[in-house]
């Protein structure tokens, strides 16, 4: 086994294990139960193969949800990341704006539900602009903290050797930026799978937070704990899916901090 094998099963190791204990002891601890809102585990790991993996009732119960994601949380990344360039770029703008930012920020997506149900329907762009304003925040003030975090000694030796700004923007302030960026990101991505559930609830005839609501209507216990694994287990591959891309893009970065670390 190579280095670099053995620190992936490490890793991979590290994370899987108490999940698979938590597993085993619920598994044993639910066996003999009779309660009628905590069945037994064997019965939530049927209902959830039954209905999260059986490729016939993916496009109406996983899809629609993965489409409106996606869509809400890119338009938030996208426009976090645009705003936050020009109001860390733009002192004086930053300031004149940020007691607006903060009380805006301050709100939950959720509790604008109504407004944006009055202003927008219930249709499939209510839902992806409500993500998007969820979601957009973490994104927005961890971009202006980024580009206020680089160096100024970088930024006025470009300016000195008269570096065009959209050259400086792209080899200098996303890449100091853009681990800020990235934590920012993370943090969106929670938010946007609460506010993703809580929106199909409303007016929806699919996807994850359907499918819950529908479950605990009809009293089907076992489906609507099946429901909540098959949420947690999502949000944890989409979790994977922006570590991965995250290590790609700051590959850089990494090697900095070791060589910065190895430095006596």
Same mark, same amino acid.
């Given at each position: 086994?190579?280095?670099?094998?053995?620190?992936?099963?490490?890793?991979?190791?590290?994370?899987?294990?108490?999940?698979?204990?938590?597993?085993?002891?619920?598994?044993?601890?639910?066996?003999?139960?009779?309660?009628?809102?905590?069945?037994? =585990?064997?019965?939530?790991?049927?209902?959830?193969?039954?209905?999260?993996?059986?490729?016939?009732?993916?496009?109406?119960?996983?899809?629609?949800? *993965?489409?409106?994601?996606?869509?809400?949380?890119? *338009?938030?990344?996208?426009? %976090?990341?645009?705003? %936050?360039?020009?109001?860390?770029?733009?002192?004086? =703008?930053? @300031?004149?704006?940020?007691?607006?930012?903060?009380?805006? $920020?301050?709100?939950?997506?959720?509790?604008? *539900?109504?407004?944006?149900?009055?202003?927008?329907?219930?249709?499939?762009?209510?839902?992806?602009?409500?993500?998007?304003?969820?979601?957009?925040?973490? +994104?927005?003030?961890?971009?202006?903290?980024?580009? $206020?975090?680089?160096?100024?000694?970088?930024?006025?030796?470009?300016? +000195?050797?008269?570096?065009?700004?959209?050259?400086?923007?792209?080899?200098?302030?996303?890449?100091?930026?853009?681990?800020?960026?990235?934590?920012?990101?993370?943090?969106?991505?929670?938010?946007?799978?609460?506010?993703?559930?809580?929106? #199909?609830?409303? %007016?929806?005839? %699919?996807?994850?937070?359907?499918?819950?609501?529908?479950?605990? $209507?009809?009293?089907?216990?076992?489906?609507?704990?099946?429901?909540?694994?098959?949420?947690?287990?999502?949000?944890?591959?989409?979790?994977?899916?922006? @570590?991965?891309? #995250?290590?790609?893009? =700051?590959?850089?970065? $990494?090697?900095?901090?070791? @060589?910065? #670390?190895?430095?006596?």
């Amino acid at each position: 086994m190579t280095p670099s094998t053995a620190r992936v099963a490490r890793t991979i190791g590290l994370e899987i294990w108490l999940p698979i204990v938590l597993v085993v002891v619920w598994w044993f601890a639910s066996a003999n139960s009779t309660s009628v809102y905590f069945p037994p =585990l064997s019965s939530i790991l049927g209902s959830f193969a039954h209905d999260w993996l059986d490729p016939a009732a993916l496009p109406k119960n996983l899809v629609p949800s *993965l489409q409106l994601l996606a869509l809400g949380y890119l *338009l938030a990344v996208v426009t %976090g990341i645009v705003l %936050g360039l020009v109001l860390g770029l733009v002192a004086p =703008l930053e @300031r004149a704006t940020r007691p607006l930012l903060e009380v805006l $920020r301050a709100i939950p997506g959720v509790a604008l *539900l109504p407004i944006f149900i009055v202003l927008f329907g219930i249709d499939l762009q209510m839902k992806v602009l409500l993500i998007a304003f969820g979601a957009f925040w973490p +994104v927005l003030l961890n971009t202006i903290d980024g580009v $206020r975090g680089i160096e100024p000694v970088l930024l006025d030796v470009s300016r +000195v050797f008269r570096v065009g700004r959209m050259r400086r923007l792209v080899s200098i302030v996303l890449p100091g930026a853009s681990p800020q960026i990235f934590a920012g990101a993370r943090t969106a991505l929670a938010i946007a799978l609460i506010i993703m559930v809580v929106s #199909e609830t409303i %007016g929806g005839n %699919g996807g994850v937070g359907y499918f819950l609501l529908n479950a605990q $209507r009809n009293f089907a216990i076992s489906s609507m704990w099946g429901a909540i694994l098959a949420l947690g287990i999502l949000g944890y591959l989409l979790n994977i899916v922006l @570590r991965i891309i #995250e290590r790609s893009v =700051l590959r850089w970065h $990494r090697l900095q901090q070791a @060589r910065l #670390e190895s430095q006596p």
